[in-house]
């Protein structure tokens, strides 16, 4: 049965043969529009099924969650012929779909030629095995596919040892022995060599394996601590210049790095695709007023984030608690947009801090989205703001917002600085909002309202200035 979007979603409409089927979900196969590119296409990417479990909410959030996959898959680089939803109270415990229905996938599979089961959850070591013996073919799930793409577009040092943390700690419960890989390891004689006697068996390979990855895991942990201080020191650099700072985070693929390109002429990488960029950036901008800010923009969310990868990036996650105002991206043409609010905000609730920073959620690709669905957001997220990085429109309005938002200069001064000092006055343009400024022969008069390290600065070796 063909599964429509316009069929009932009350699932006790369905007769019960058809609530527990595999039904296909309509337009998850990828088209190729250039002939030219089948030949290479086939060569190069591998053929997956994909197949959910619909345990709760409604058959639009079942769809929905399988398109994500079906994205998800092709970040990663596969052709994807089928996917499929199978209506069950929880996933089965020996092979997540059930032993019947999974050898009807097995058919399937042969039938359309996929060599890749992807499944869209998290699997035990034991439902992959089960299930790989019954499909015939490679079986993966949702986490080891995130994991590949986070691999795939980790470009810096710090981004990749975070990566391959991740994928170590999925790794490890998984490792599986096969042949000789359960054979004893003998050291002396018994392994040809000239110790003193046979020693007996030692670990298994699969042991060694284990260690190797334990050992692999604590050095990483090591340089990510190493990396760690020294992302550290820029930030308290940064915060001992008392320069507000501003975290730029959302879900992934809503535009976080478009909005920050917009926002700063920053330059980053910008793709329609999922985790196109996974390292943060930094950068500076000035609110209308000309006060100096700084804008980081974070790795993107997605749900069921694999909680390896949310441990693994806590030192990069940890921009979003130190800063001052979260800029909290949300793509306004996606079909569900409210889903997207609240994986992030669940990934939120595990980095300590965050709960106590000011949020603007910032509805994105307003250019593209329905007007229908932006109002229902603004009515919904009081402290919101509609824009399109694309376009630039609502960008004024946004900036005028996070004027409004950062700490406030609470020290306004009226000094005259000696013309020795012209640093202060620089620090006075660069870190607050300067009223007035006028030269004497004595030395500068500097009107202006600024934070309290260069108020006391100002206030050694500056003098007052009566005012009338």
Known sequence: MTYMRNEPEDIGDYELEERQALRRVAGLSTELTDITEVEYR?????RVVLVGVWTSGTAFDAENSLQELKLLAETAGSEVLEGLIQRRDKPDSATYIGSGKATELRDIVSTSGADTVICDGELTPGQLRQLEEIVK?????????????????????????????AQLQ????????WGGNL???VGGRAAGGVGIGGRGPGETKIELDRRRIRERMAKLRRQIKEMYTSRETKRHRRQS?????????????AGKSSLLNRL??????????????LDPTVRRARTPEGRLFTLADTVGF????????????????EEVGDADLILHVVDGSHPDPESQLAAVREVFSEISGVRDVPEIVVVNKADAADPVVLARLTMRERHSIVVSARTGSGIPELMALIERELPRLDHEVHMLVPYDRGDLIARAHQEGEVLSVDHTGDGTILHARVLPSLFHELDRVAKPVETV
């Open 241 to 253: 210049r008392e320069v507000p700072a501003v975290a730029i985070a959302g879900y992934t693929n």
């Open 302 to 317: 997605v749900r069921h984030l694999p909680h390896q990868l949310v441990e693994a990036f806590r030192s990069t996650l």
């Open 183 to 185: 054979s004893r390891q």
């Open 264 to 277: 700063t002429g920053a330059g980053v990488l910008v793709e329609d695709a999922l985790f196109a960029t």
């Open 42 to 46: 086939q060569l190069r990417l591998e």
């Open 137 to 165: 073919v490679k079986v993966i799930d949702r986490t080891a596919l995130i994991l590949d793409i986070f691999a795939q577009h980790a470009k810096s040092r710090e981004g990749k040892a975070q990566v391959e943390l």
């Open 170 to 177: 999925y790794l490890l419960p998984r490792l599986r022995g």
